[in-house]
């Protein structure tokens, strides 16, 4: 029927962007809610199995896995030596717009990852923190309220 709940979700069963929840807080003041997310994504994944999340953990791809592909996270983790990220993207891209917001959201997660601190960060590689952003954005919504929560 028109307007009732299709799902619902009680917020305790949820990962949530209240920095508060974050057990140590990242050296920094107000995160934004994709950084808050991938380091919960983090904590329970370092709970090793223990954590309540450890089957939704399960179904997401590894963190060495290349899917699903962002084209930031391309140019984050870029390797081959014999071409350029930027170069390879205005070949295969051709929107060079796009190109420019991937390399800057590449170098804000980067810079964001050498500032949150490795307690914040459980020990977590840079390849793992990356990997959390991709599963935060690839599978995640949320409407920003007035005062900047989801």
Avoid: C
Avoid at 135 to 148: D, K
């Amino acid at each position: 029927e028109k307007d009732q709940a299709l799902l619902m979700v009680p917020f305790g069963v949820s990962l949530s962007d209240d920095p508060s929840m974050l057990e140590p807080q990242p050296n920094y003041d107000n995160p934004h809610w994709p950084v808050v997310l991938a380091l919960r994504l983090l904590q329970v994944m370092k709970q090793d199995g223990t954590s309540g999340w450890a089957p939704y953990l399960a179904s997401l791809p590894s963190p060495s896995s290349p899917e699903p592909p962002a084209l930031w996270w391309l140019a984050a983790t870029h390797t081959d030596q014999n071409e350029d990220w930027a170069s390879w993207a205005a070949r295969e891209v051709q929107y060079p717009e796009l190109i420019t917001r991937a390399l800057a959201m590449a170098d804000d997660v980067r810079a964001t990852y050498d500032k949150i601190g490795s307690e914040a960060l459980k020990g977590s590689t840079l390849g793992e923190f990356l990997w959390a952003v991709r599963m935060v954005h690839s599978r995640s919504f949320g409407i920003e309220t007035p005062t900047g929560g989801l």
